[in-house]
T-cell receptor
Framework: GENVEQHPSTLSVQEGDSAVIKCTYSDSASNYFPWYKQELGKGPQLIIDIRSNVGEKKDQRIAVTLNKTAKHFSLHITETQPEDSAVYFCAASKEGNNNDMRFGAGTRLTVKP | EPEVTQTPSHQVTQMGQEVILRCVPISNHLYFYWYRQILGQKVEFLVSFYNNEISEKSEIFDDQFSVERPDGSNFTLKIRSTKLEDSAMYFC????????????FGDGTRLSIL
């Protein structure tokens, strides 16, 4: 089955700096890769996703890149703000079979003012 | 924006007792999921449900677990005889189609087994 690895487990940046979180996946058939943000006491909230037919997607300060050959994808947050502090999870699943989404272990991002 | 709602937010139960966790998915969604998150660990897939039957389940989802959609709005997870290691956050999620539209998560139920 699919195995998703996520690094780093913790990340601390200064406000205004960029943050990058990286994930790798094992199943080459996976083709849908969402990123979730989880704040304390809340469920995971989707912030951005990418499908395998594109290599990059951007939404304001957030971007995701995908390298299908290397089987890795990354989340980039620019101009970080204290409210970006949370745990971020990557995940992977297969098109047409959204039944078994596998998550990475999470990255605790702290943005220091 | 439509939300997935879960009740209760916190459930405390004695070991060996049955517990039912409840979820109201987003109303026009067709796929329903349960996930578990042990404190400080990753979110783990338990089960998916479509067209009134389980479509996939993980190795965690053993015979003590069951799911049901008793009416047009609720989706429940039952744990028949709880164990200490069942203590975790349980998240319900729903998704609109089978084509990888994003899953939307509720805020979870914290289950504490004593």
């Amino acid at each position: 089955g699919e195995n998703v690895e996520q690094h780093p487990s913790t990340l601390s940046v200064q406000e205004g700096d960029s943050a990058v979180i990286k994930c790798t996946y094992s199943d080459s058939a996976s083709n849908y890769f969402p990123w979730y943000k989880q704040e304390l006491g809340k469920g995971p909230q989707l912030i951005i996703d990418i499908r395998s037919n594109v290599g990059e997607k951007k939404d304001q300060r957030i971007a995701v890149t995908l390298n299908k050959t290397a089987k890795h994808f990354s989340l980039h947050i620019t101009e970080t703000q204290p409210e970006d502090s949370a745990v971020y999870f990557c995940a992977a699943s297969k098109e047409g079979n959204n039944n078994d989404m596998r998550f990475g272990a999470g990255t605790r991002l702290t943005v220091k003012p | 924006e439509p939300e997935v709602t879960q009740t209760p937010s916190h459930q405390v139960t004695q070991m060996g007792q049955e517990v039912i966790l409840r979820c109201v998915p987003i109303s026009n969604h067709l796929y329903f999921y349960w996930y578990r998150q042990i404190l400080g660990q990753k979110v783990e897939f338990l089960v998916s449900f479509y067209n009134n039957e389980i479509s996939e389940k993980s190795e965690i989802f053993d015979d003590q677990f069951s799911v049901e959609r008793p009416d047009g709005s609720n989706f429940t997870l039952k744990i028949r005889s709880t164990k200490l290691e069942d203590s975790a956050m349980y998240f319900c999620a729903s998704g609109p189609t089978q084509s990888n539209q994003p899953q939307h998560f509720g805020d979870g139920t914290r289950l504490s087994i004593l």
